[in-house]
């Protein structure tokens, strides 16, 4: 069973707002085990969203439409529904009646345009909407499926939970799911693991699939089955195949971030750290504080606005090519706050003229041991280089931990 997610709004094609309901709208139709092939978005023009859903119609049995149900003029969602699927729209009193009942209870005049919500096409399944004014519903020709939603989240979201999963699992005996398991990744381009996978990402069920994010890559299995259990099954062997060959580059599953993994790595070897950082909008303080919360993991940190500050800070040489600085800096930043690891994040500017590794960004992580570090071309001109570089430096950092250098 196919479905397809339509979104209306111009808001969203001018990039006023970003669409979220799509989003929940598909996680709950993975959990009852309806795939999701398409996500459009598309404005408030009549023609232009019904040929948007005639398109929809003849891929997927169930379409869901959400935005577009409100009283004003460019709220053309019911009309478009209507042209779709060759129907007029009809006057429904009872739908006027609870948007009048709405408005009593606010302590609110109904405006004459709310009439307009009291309308649908000719023999859809009209549904009462408690948490707003407009009512929502649901065309049903034996063939398609065509729901319609609300675009205000939270009226959505209530609506979806309460009255429209529920029809829809009765309506078309959904028994299965969709389960997906997502492994974490950090310390490896989205590149090697695709090479280290490839041959498993061929399977019908589950699937493997990839998500790149600023530094850190996503391995997400996905698996169709009867039951949970069933798809825990059918997950298990291929998710272990996974970590047999990416190791312990997996750092978590779910939504864990990578800070709150090394802090929890931390506490649990009894290892304390701290942090410096350069040209990085203190970064890495705000990822390492929201992790720890106070606890004794973090010995201390140093945040300043170049390379130069934090030289003077920690009495080093800001002369140093970059990388060195960086070890430099992890190593005196150990010392000060008297720590098992220190860590350092620094993005220097680039500029013309510079020896090979003289500006740009470096990583580094300090221990008893010794320091090292990692360098990277890019420097402040990049806006996503505090985010990239904090993320290598605490993929670096538990990778120390792991192997017992602290």
């Given amino acids: 069973m196919q479905a397809e997610i339509v979104a209306v709004g111009t808001e969203l094609l001018l990039g006023e707002i970003v669409d979220t309901n799509s989003a929940y709208v598909a996680r709950a139709f993975r959990d009852i085990g309806l795939n999701v092939y398409y996500i459009t978005a598309v404005g408030d023009n009549e023609s232009r969203c019904a040929e948007v ?6 891929r997927a049995e169930v379409v869901i439409v959400t935005g577009g149900l409100g009283p004003t003029a460019d709220d053309i969602t019911r009309q478009a529904v209507a042209a779709a699927t060759g129907r007029d729209l009809e006057f429904k009193q009872e739908l006027l009646d609870q948007i009048a009942e709405r408005f009593r209870r606010f302590g609110s005049p109904m405006s004459d345009n709310n009439r307009q919500q009291a309308y649908v096409p ?4 009209a549904i009462e909407n408690p948490v ?6 649901i065309v049903d020709d034996g063939q398609n499926i065509v729901v319609v939603l609300p675009g205000v989240p939270r009226e959505m979201k209530h609506l979806l939970e309460h009255a429209i999963i529920p029809w829809l699992k009765d309506r078309l005996d959904l028994q299965g799911i969709i389960k997906a398991r997502v492994l974490r990744t950090a310390g490896i381009g989205e590149s090697q693991i695709d090479h280290r996978l490839r041959d498993l990402m061929d399977g019908a069920n589950p699937t493997i699939g990839l998500a790149a994010h600023t530094g850190q890559t996503d391995v997400r299995v996905t698996a169709k089955a009867a039951s949970e259990a069933e798809a825990d099954a059918l997950i298990a062997p291929l998710e272990a195949e996974i970590r047999k060959r990416l190791g312990d580059v997996i750092y978590g599953t779910g939504d864990l971030p990578l800070e709150d993994a090394l802090v929890a790595l931390c506490r649990e070897a009894s290892v304390s750290l701290s942090s410096c950082e350069a040209g990085t909008g203190e970064k890495l303080a705000a990822r390492l504080d929201a992790a720890a919360q106070g606890s004794e993991v973090c010995a201390g940190g140093l945040s300043m606005p170049d390379d130069t500050a934090l030289a003077g800070e920690l009495a080093l040489d800001a002369s140093l090519p970059v990388a060195q600085f960086a070890e430099a800096a992890a190593s005196a930043c150990r010392l000060r706050y008297d720590s098992s690891l220190g860590i350092a994040v620094v993005v220097r500017r680039v500029q013309d003229g510079d020896p090979k590794g003289q500006s740009g960004t470096a ?11 990692r360098y990277y071309a890019f420097g402040t001109e990049r806006q996503n280089a505090p985010i990239w570089a904090t993320t290598h430096a605490l ?4 990778r120390a931990v792991m192997e017992g250098k602290p």
Avoid: E
Wanted: no cysteine.
């Fill in 122 to 125: 000719q023999g859809a399944i």
């Fill in 395 to 398: 993929a670096m950092a538990r």
């Fill in 363 to 373: 990583v580094a992580v300090s221990t008893a041991d010794g320091a090292h570090s």
């Fill in 53 to 58: 859903l005639r398109a929809a119609m003849g």
């Fill in 132 to 137: 707003g004014t407009a009512p929502v519903f």
